[in-house]
T-cell receptor
Framework: AQTVTQSQPEMSVQEAETVTLSCTYD???????LFWYKQPPSRQMILVIR??????QNATENRFSVNFQKAAKSFSLKISDSQLGDTAMYFC??????????????FGKGTRLSVIA | GAVVSQHPSWVICKSGTSVKIECRSL??????MFWYRQFPKQSLMLMAT?????????EQGVEKDKFLINHASLTLSTLTVTSAHPEDSSFYIC???????????FGPGTRLTVT
């Protein structure tokens, strides 16, 4: 079974600074998807960024980028120019696409990020 | 992006009663829907996976007779908490996935309080 580990329960960053959230995973699969989700105080889950394992290029979405190290099974999220609205719980998630549409996401325990003014 | 709604957003019920939570995909057909439970400051715990027109697949430790899931159409899944008890109080989140994609869209969640 796949597992996702987020070793930082809580982190804080000054507004406009850069912060990196860590995520490691364990799998024997060669093809899979990785995601970072954000859950703000409203508790609505929001997709931040996704990465296909077969792609070597790291995904980027505006201020959010990942460092995907497949051999090390590491998938960290970098938030640049942090904003107060980035304050949220961040979840790393893994998905095995064996049966498209049917495979659930496996979530890590989350990292609570606080952006300080 | 695709929108998933949940109703109600919060509900308070008395112990022993049943509560139904609806999850709808508003602008796409959801072949698969997932139900999660989330305790305060914790991660999402998968309860069950449901496919339209077939029985849901429950995760180990989740009582299927207590948490009834019906995925009657490609846009609607319901979770019924039967004979609710205070320990069932939690935040319930549904998500939906369109056919042949890996994109999963989440509803806004339902806060259930059982008194």
């Amino acid at each position: 079974a796949q597992t996702v580990t987020q070793s930082q329960p809580e982190m804080s960053v000054q507004e406009a600074e850069t912060v990196t959230l860590s995520c490691t995973y364990d799998t024997s699969e060669s093809n899979y998807y990785l995601f970072w989700y954000k859950q703000p105080p409203s508790r609505q889950m929001i997709l931040v960024i996704r990465q296909e394992a077969y792609k070597q290029q790291n995904a980027t979405e505006n201020r959010f980028s990942v460092n995907f190290q497949k051999a090390a099974k590491s998938f960290s999220l970098k938030i640049s120019d942090s904003q107060l609205g980035d304050t949220a719980m961040y979840f790393c998630a893994f998905m095995k696409p064996d049966l498209p549409g049917n495979t659930p996401l496996v979530f890590g325990k989350g990292t609570r990020l606080s952006v300080i003014a | 992006g695709a929108v998933v709604s949940q109703h109600p957003s919060w509900v308070i019920c008395k112990s022993g009663t049943s509560v139904k939570i609806e999850c709808r995909s508003l602008d796409f057909q959801a072949t698969t829907m997932f139900w999660y439970r989330q305790f305060p400051k914790q991660s999402l715990m998968l309860m069950a996976t449901s496919n339209e027109g077939s029985k849901a697949t429950y995760e180990q430790g989740v009582e299927k007779d207590k948490f009834l899931i019906n995925h009657a159409s490609l846009t609607l899944s319901t979770l019924t908490v039967t004979s609710a008890h205070p320990e069932d109080s939690s935040f319930y989140i549904c998500s939906a996935r369109a056919d042949s994609t890996y994109e999963q869209y989440f509803g806004p969640g339902t806060r259930l309080t059982v008194t």
